[in-house]
């Protein structure tokens, strides 16, 4: 499955953003996510959510971004709210068809990555 984010632009902090994931085939037996690279950074687990619909987040962004898929449109989204300079980064969405919970934080957990879309927070 090919993945194509996008959504990505400059806000101010405190404001929201939403990407998106959109994948050519379908997603329903994948568990998705999305990560970050800020400059300089290695990229990071921001969150993921599973084929039963369960999220999880990295405690950074915990209450303030929500992760959600639709199926039937073969998309995944990530609402970002009350945005921090710290989010700016690169975000890619990934997806697996084996990764389990345990590994669910791991970037080697997924075969299929997105080309990224930039987030800039200014403060």
């Known amino acids: 499955v090919q993945l194509q984010a996008s959504g990505g632009g400059l806000v101010q902090a405190a404001e929201s953003l939403a990407l998106s994931c959109a994948a050519s085939?379908?997603?329903?037996?994948?568990?998705m996510a999305w990560f970050r690279q800020a400059p300089g950074k290695e990229r990071e687990f921001v969150g993921a959510?599973?084929?039963?619909?369960?999220?999880y987040y990295t405690n950074s962004v915990k209450g303030r971004f929500t992760i959600s898929r639709d199926n039937a449109k073969n998309t995944v989204s990530l609402q970002m709210n009350r945005l921090k300079p710290e989010d700016t980064a690169v975000y890619y969405c990934?997806?697996?068809?084996?990764?389990?919970?345990?590994?669910?934080?791991?970037?080697?957990?997924?075969?299929?990555w997105g080309q990224g879309t930039e987030v800039t927070v200014s403060s």
């Open positions: 990934a997806g697996s068809q084996r990764a389990i919970l345990s590994a669910y934080g791991s970037r080697s957990a997924y075969e299929y």
């Open positions: 085939g379908r997603i329903s037996r994948y568990v």
């Open positions: 959510i599973s084929r039963s619909f369960s999220t």
